[in-house]
């Protein structure tokens, strides 16, 4: 089924706020793309990213130093998917497409691929957020997990706020292991054409995969004095944190109170406009923490990034008093949840009612 949204609901609302935003930018004479800021997060994480990997191998820490180090990384490999290959592939990072690629390359770099996320994030995601059968990314655990109306409910899932923060932690594992292989080879991700898949790319799939698998897999087998049992808690644990970083992040902005899961009618008809369904499907979080703007690469501004996902994330929080004062405006939903410790229970409460409640 081919979905069409609704364009003559609320028609005027996002041509209003598009102007409004181009005219914050014209009016200060700044770029959208990256500012200083930017390029100081860039440097910040990819050197944390070089020189927690060579304190790994090269080190000779004891066992618990080294497990903590695999953490750190595991995180930091997750705050540079948010901080750097996100706008690069988004094609925000700059005006210059060689550059976004070339920045984009750093999301394989970390294991997972980064022409699979451009199909199934950019355009199945932020085109059909939180509808279910569209939006993959509600797929979270099938089975296990439920955070969507349409899921079918199974008796086990009454306990899901529990263990799917667990599950999230996977989520890293199957990146690197599984799902972009399956993803990429498929014709459809959702109900999207993956069809289209240059030769290049290809290439960039084996050779990346095995540049991770040498990186992360290989050469600490061969340098560090450790078992493979010791190897293989390290390795697991770098992933678990990273999984669980960046599956936290992604479920406090479409998973918690409030959210609507949208459906179209018989003939593929939403009832809202494209960007009305935006607002109605995504949260904000912590928009007054420097240190989650820093950390989550402005995924806290998950709103103002829907709408627009070309525009560098590092200008989201002054964008934000404007789309906040236009939905108001045009009486539009603006949802978010103050604080993290907010967000994470309303997401915990989210799981429970989804676990518990058929429809």
């Not at 935003?21 to 994480?45: L, Q």
């Not at 925000?92 to 999301?107: A, D, Q």
């Not at 509808?131 to 899901?160: F, N, T």
């Not at 678990?240 to 003939?267: N, R, S």
Request: include cysteine; aromatic fraction near 16%; proline fraction near 4%.
């Amino acid at each position: 089924m081919k979905v069409r949204f609704n364009g003559k609901n609320q028609a005027e609302f996002y041509p209003e706020l598009k102007q409004r935003i181009e005219d914050y930018f014209k009016s200060n004479n700044i770029s959208k793309n990256a500012n200083g800021m930017m390029v100081f997060k860039s440097v910040f994480f990819l050197g944390s990213l070089i020189g927690l990997y060579l304190l790994i191998i090269l080190g000779n820490f004891s066992l618990p130093v080294l497990l903590i180090l695999a953490i750190l990384l595991g995180m930091v490999q997750s705050f540079i998917g948010f901080n750097v290959a996100h706008d690069a592939i988004h094609g925000s990072y700059s005006s210059n497409s060689t550059v976004n690629k070339l920045m984009s390359y750093w999301f394989n770099i970390i294991g997972a691929n980064a022409f699979v996320w451009s199909v199934a994030h950019n355009k199945v995601h932020h085109t059909f957020t939180n509808i279910p059968g569209h939006d993959e990314d509600l797929d979270v655990a099938p089975g296990l997990v439920r955070v969507s109306p349409e899921e079918p409910r199974k008796p086990i899932m009454r306990y899901q706020q529990y263990y799917a923060f667990f599950l999230y932690g996977l989520a890293s594992l199957s990146w690197v292991f599984r799902k972009d292989f399956v993803k990429f080879f498929q014709d459809k991700i959702g109900h999207t054409d993956n069809t289209k898949r240059p030769k290049i790319e290809y290439f960039n799939l084996f050779f990346f995969k095995a540049l991770y698998y040498t990186l992360f897999i290989v050469i600490p087998l061969l340098v560090m004095d450790i078992t493979w049992v010791q190897f293989l808690i390290g390795f697991i644990s770098m992933h678990l944190a990273e999984g669980f970083v960046m599956g936290l992040v992604f479920q406090l902005a479409h998973v918690v109170e409030g959210m609507d899961f949208p459906k179209p009618d018989e003939a593929g008809h939403m009832g809202e406009s494209w960007a009305i369904n935006q607002l109605k499907t995504t949260a904000n979080f912590s928009r007054k923490s420097q240190l989650a703007t820093f950390l989550c690469g402005g995924l806290n501004f998950q709103i103002e990034h829907h709408l627009f996902p070309n525009i560098c994330h590092v200008h989201y929080p002054q964008l934000s008093k404007i789309v906040e004062s236009t939905a108001k405006e045009y009486g539009v939903p603006y949802i978010e949840n103050k604080t993290f410790i907010g967000a994470l229970k309303s997401h915990y409460k989210t799981l429970r009612y989804f676990g518990r409640v058929a429809a």
